[in-house]
């Protein structure tokens, strides 16, 4: 079948045709590694980034009231787009989040010296209590290593990076906000 012929690949893909979605990679994925790689100061993993858009195109075609007026590559770079701006804010609202945590917890928090060390102490042994996926994640998120390296060095997809970073720093903030030491922190009570 002709998939370069917009209703053929339409049909193919609603027939779930593993040839439109060659077609489909043949066309598009250079131009969403470009978008992936290139508009991005976070560089998105080109692969996922086209499985996501793959998922959405797909829903739009699978709707009965799916009318398109120009290209279907056309309409998955669009989608691509969008979906890199999507995880760009995605990824700057994490960042500010955990810029803003950082500072909480190590400047605004504890005005003299002692007191941020004990917090200090107990931030990294509540670390050492994390499991060791979660020990290696936070390092790196510390250490300021991309998200891309971190997923490739534990072997976790992009994706995977983020939705685990968000639960290891909710199991650790829950593991620091349990010792008993900072609540004693926080009422000002002398150790």
């Known amino acids: ?5 917009e209703e053929n690949l339409i049909a193919g893909i609603r027939k779930r045709e593993g ?11 250079e131009s969403i590694r470009y978008i992936a790689e290139s508009y ?9 980034l086209f499985s996501e858009c793959l998922i959405v195109l797909t829903n739009y075609i699978d709707d009965k009231t799916f009318i398109i007026e120009g290209k279907v590559t056309s ?4 989608i691509a787009k969008g979906k890199n701006i999507d995880n760009l804010r995605k ?18 928090e504890f005005e003299d010296k002692m007191d941020q060390e004990v917090y200090q102490g107990m931030f990294w042994q509540s670390v050492q209590k994390l499991k060791e996926d979660c020990r290696n994640l936070i390092r790196m998120v510390t250490e300021g290593v991309p998200q891309k390296k971190i997923a490739d060095r534990l072997g976790f997809s992009y994706g995977s990076v983020r939705n685990k970073k968000k639960q290891c720093l909710n199991a650790l903030n829950s593991l620091v906000w349990a010792n008993p030491n900072y609540a004693k922190l926080m009422k000002n009570e002398e150790f």
């Open 1 to 5: 079948m002709d998939y370069t012929i």
């Open 19 to 29: 040839k439109a979605f060659e077609h489909l990679r043949k066309t598009c994925f």
């Open 91 to 108: 990824e700057n609202s994490k960042n500010a989040f955990l810029n803003d945590v950082r500072e909480e917890a190590f400047e605004e």
């Open 75 to 78: 309409l998955m770079i669009t």
């Open 40 to 48: 991005s100061k976070f560089k998105e993993d080109p692969e996922d």
